[in-house]
């Protein structure tokens, strides 16, 4: 029951383009807080992919986007390769009850 | 480059205390947000509760009052208690840096460590 809904997995074959939601609320994305993304792979700690909507970080490659509308956020990747399948999450800020972080639930990404 | 290190008991009995610690190197602990996250075996990132540099402090209401975080400038260290911790509490523990803001992304992790609850 995460505050921002991923789907629990997509899929793409190499070369492909995918795209993995994140839908939230007018208390956290709706609200205008910025949304961020992260790459896990297994065993390892998250990766910061794009932070504050649609900004990468340097040396995370420009295959990797982010945007938002409303209460919901987007990140794509285009020519699937295979060492992107890993979870990846999204983030955000809620301002119900008290303001606190809130993640996404995660999705899974297999390339096929 | 800047790196944080969790550490800490692995095996935590119920009803007990679990208490961890990060410690910042290569890099100022001044003028940042620090926060704990979790990710139970299997499951998605939760996140705990951060401090400012400052002492300011903000947590999940989730876990309600058995959250503490606390920061010691002078090691270049910040510390969780989680008391009356349950199996749920298993988990993989996570430290990491705010980019910017207590909204911001978080550009720093640690490695993690696993901690067990059980008798």
């Known amino acids: 029951q995460s505050v921002l809904t991923q789907p629990p997995s997509v899929s793409g074959a190499p070369g492909q383009r995918v795209t993995i939601s994140c839908t939230g609320s007018?208390?956290?994305?709706?609200?205008?807080?910025?949304v961020h993304w992260y790459q896990q792979l297994p065993g390892t700690a998250p990766k910061v992919l794009i932070y504050?909507?649609?900004n990468r970080p340097s040396g995370v490659p420009d295959r990797f986007s982010g945007s938002k509308s409303g209460t919901s956020a987007s990140l794509a990747i285009t020519g699937l390769q295979a060492e992107d399948e890993a979870d990846y999450y999204c983030?955000?800020?809620?301002?119900?009850?008290?303001?606190?972080?809130?993640f996404g639930g995660g999705t899974k990404l297999t390339v096929l | 480059q800047m790196q944080l290190q969790e550490s800490g008991p692995g095996l935590v009995k119920p009803s007990e205390t679990l208490s961890l610690t990060c410690t910042v190197s290569g890099g100022s602990i001044s003028n940042y947000y620090w926060s704990w996250i979790r990710q139970p075996p299997g499951k998605g990132l939760e996140w705990i509760g951060y401090?400012?540099?400052?002492?300011?402090?903000n947590h999940n209401p989730s876990l309600k009052s058995r959250v503490t975080i606390s920061v010691d400038t002078s090691k270049k260290q910040f510390s969780l208690k989680l008391t009356s911790v349950t199996a749920a509490d298993t988990a993989v523990y996570y430290c990491g840096r705010a980019l910017q803001g207590e909204a911001d992304a978080f550009d720093i992790w640690g490695q993690g460590t696993m901690v067990t609850v059980s008798s």
């Open positions: 983030q955000s800020y809620d301002s119900s009850l008290s303001a606190h972080v809130v």
């Open positions: 007018s208390s956290n994305i709706g609200a205008g807080y910025a």
């Open positions: 504050a909507n649609n």
């Open positions: 401090i400012y540099y400052s002492g300011s402090t």
